[in-house]
Nanobody, 130 residues
Framework: QVPLVESGGGLVQPGGTLRLSCTTSGRFTLPDSAIGWFRQAPGSGRVGVSC????????YYAGSVKGRFTISRDNAKKTVYLQMISLKPEDTAVYYC??????????????????????WGQGTQVTVSS
């Protein structure tokens, strides 16, 4: 499994914006795979919010973030981004990225990671609060 590292989180006021990055380093390239962004709020399970496909960079969004979040991939920079606008307090969570077999499999699993996945990264904290 290629190690992915999340960054870009922080404290932002409601209505604010953040851009998260999911990258790899060294000799690794971005996995030739679909990649999803997930989040876990305190006391809740980890759920997906967005996914970008392996082929054609098709993008998918959970209803709670559709129209506010944008996922994109830059293979040259070995990075997948999650641009977040109009942030709400309920977006507060630790955000993770991970490979998925296909975005359709993630959606079919009701946005829970369908596996297999060896391990999660450290994640990046996003806090939306005034």
């Amino acid at each position: 499994q290629v190690p992915l590292v999340e960054s870009g989180g922080g404290l932002v006021q409601p209505g604010g914006t953040l851009r998260l990055s999911c990258t790899t380093s060294g000799r690794f390239t971005l996995p030739d795979s679909a990649i999803g962004w997930f989040r876990q709020a305190p006391g809740s399970g980890r759920v997906g919010v967005s996914c970008i496909s392996r082929v054609a960079d098709l993008t998918y969004y959970a209803g709670s973030v559709k129209g506010r979040f944008t996922i994109s991939r830059d293979n040259a920079k070995k990075t997948v981004y999650l641009q977040m606008i109009s942030l709400k307090p309920e977006d507060t969570a630790v955000y993770y990225c991970a490979t998925v077999q296909t975005c359709r499999s993630l959606i079919a699993a009701n946005w829970e990671h369908p596996g297999p996945l060896d391990s999660w990264g450290q994640g990046t904290q996003v806090t939306v609060s005034s």
